[in-house]
């Protein structure tokens, strides 16, 4: 109770922002901690993971304030897409995190060597939440602070002067989650210090809806895909494509879910939340109002209250700038297509390289869309679904961002995969072929080394009777030896 009631204090002050010539001294204290060794014993991290765990688990309550507060989020979306979403995540990884680190064996070939995220890692790291979510960015500062090592995770609070004073600092890693135009100068500046980056961006995601779709669960998916967050989540689709066909029943189907969503209405609904701030609202109320697209449903806005409605719009061409342009809100543009051939091509016009793709169909269709477009990743019959499952890699692609995260993934952005070999020393008497001189040691060299190719200049497989024989089909000595198994335990 006390815990709750200290969090509570602490998004109901001011967000204090952390002054800029303080920012080297923790850059280095958290460097010194890692040159230290501190965080790479296992049980060291996994006692992080754990508090951090226990630190969210207690500040429940503050935090679906922090985001109802900055946000007019619903508590079931904060415990739904935040709260719960983290838990799970360090539950996982601390359930796999020894089995991550063991060492990987590579495999055999002839004489051939072979903050949840960064902790699990074994890193130290700094954590710059967004200024724009002031709230939230001040109980995740009080968790971070009554939880975790302080000699090796910190929180700096500001906008740009204290970003760029961050970027000042040389990291191992830099990890980004946000727009593309910022992440340009984030990657030019860690460039200079030729420091890897993680990027998670967003993108004009599209949703394909085909003529073979079922209507009702495509709407039903796609509208909670806008209202979760009002549509302020980077995966949610930017635009929908429809076939003419089934035009009218989609809209109609939209309609009944949105009905089903908020009987009562959505503005007095506690299940939907608000813009994040003032500057982002005009910047949608824009967007609509430049749209040559006829409003279907919704188009309700209260800017003192920093609302907008699920918004649907009919458009006729893609460079409406609701389809141009990415809106990261609760507007969902559409428009009609004749065939899937049109949808695939106009999608790849608009963005070739989104974060997410939403292809609604029978199989044969959704294939298709899968193999003839690139994205982040696919939610099929679905709205981002794939980006919500720990066990999947998240992450963009080209333009929408570059690294990937989320379960395992997120061990491995924040580690290298370091080879290692040992020699023996009784290996020497086959080594002897690599030193000088040369002479005569070709063909030894090549005996031991050379791989022969099972293809020939024509790229076809060679069928080899011999070999298929022994393998009885399986086409490897491994497969053979399943078959010959299972043959022998079938005759007794």
């Not at 929180?155 to 740009?160: C, D, K, P």
Request: aromatic residues 8%; glycine residues 8%.
């Amino acid at each position: 109770m006390a815990q709750d009631l200290a969090s509570m204090a602490s998004i109901a002050s001011e967000l204090k922002y952390t002054p800029v010539d303080t920012i080297p001294a923790i850059a280095a204290g958290v460097r010194n901690a890692f040159n230290s060794h501190k965080t790479k014993p296992v049980d060291f991290r996994l006692m992080q993971l754990r508090k951090l765990y226990w630190g969210i688990k207690d500040n429940e309550a503050a935090i679906v304030q922090a985001c109802k507060q900055d946000l007019g989020k619903a508590t079931f979306e904060t415990y739904s897409a935040e709260i719960d979403w983290c838990k799970n995540d360090i539950v996982f990884a601390t359930q796999n995190l020894e089995k991550w680190v063991k060492d990987e064996k590579a495999p055999d070939i002839p004489l051939a060597n072979k903050l949840l995220r960064a902790i699990a890692a074994g890193c130290t790291a700094i954590l710059k939440p967004s200024e724009n979510a002031p709230a939230v960015a001040k109980i995740l500062q009080y968790i971070v602070e009554t939880t975790l090592d302080a000699s090796c995770y910190g929180v700096v609070q500001g906008a740009i002067p204290e970003t760029s004073a961050l970027l000042e600092e040389k990291w191992d890693k830099v990890f980004y989650t946000g727009s593309a135009n910022v992440a340009k100068i984030i990657a030019k500046k860690a460039a200079e210090t030729l420091t890897p980056v993680t990027l998670e961006l967003g993108g004009r995601n599209p949703a394909i809806v085909t003529k073979n779709a079922d209507v009702r669960l495509a709407a039903k998916r796609l509208l909670w895909g806008k209202t979760l967050n009002a549509g302020q989540v980077c995966t949610s689709q930017n635009y929908t494509l429809v076939d003419k066909e089934i035009l009218n029943s989609f809209i109609e189907e939209l309609k009944n879910a949105m009905k089903q969503f908020y009987p009562n209405g959505v503005k007095d609904s506690s299940d939907f939340a608000r813009i994040i701030n003032g500057k982002q609202w005009s910047r949608l109320k824009t967007m609509l109002d430049e749209s040559k697209g006829k409003v279907l449903m919704g188009g309700d806005m209260d800017e003192s209250q920093r609302y907008i409605g699920p918004t649907v719009v009919l458009v006729d061409s893609p460079k409406d700038p609701l389809v141009a342009d990415e809106s990261f809100g609760p507007l969902m543009p559409i428009l009609p297509v004749e065939d899937l051939d049109t949808a695939i091509r106009i999608a790849g016009e608009i963005h070739r390289t989104p974060l997410g793709l939403y292809p609604f169909g029978n199989k044969q269709e959704t294939d298709r869309i899968m193999r003839e477009m690139q994205s982040g990743g696919v939610s099929v019959n679905d709205a981002f679904i794939h980006g919500t499952l720990p066990t999947l890699a998240f992450g963009g692609v080209g333009d929408s961002g570059q690294g990937a995260y989320r379960g395992k993934s997120s061990f491995d952005c924040f580690s290298h995969r370091r080879s290692v070999t040992t020699t023996p020393g009784w290996m020497e008497f086959l080594l002897d072929v690599r030193y000088p001189p040369y002479e005569g040691k070709l063909a030894k060299y090549k005996k031991m080394s050379e791989l022969k190719p099972d293809f020939d200049r024509d790229g076809k497989v060679k069928f080899n009777l011999i070999s298929y024989v022994l393998s009885l089909g399986a086409g490897s000595t491994t497969g053979g030896i399943v078959r010959y198994v299972v043959v022998l335990l079938g005759k007794l």
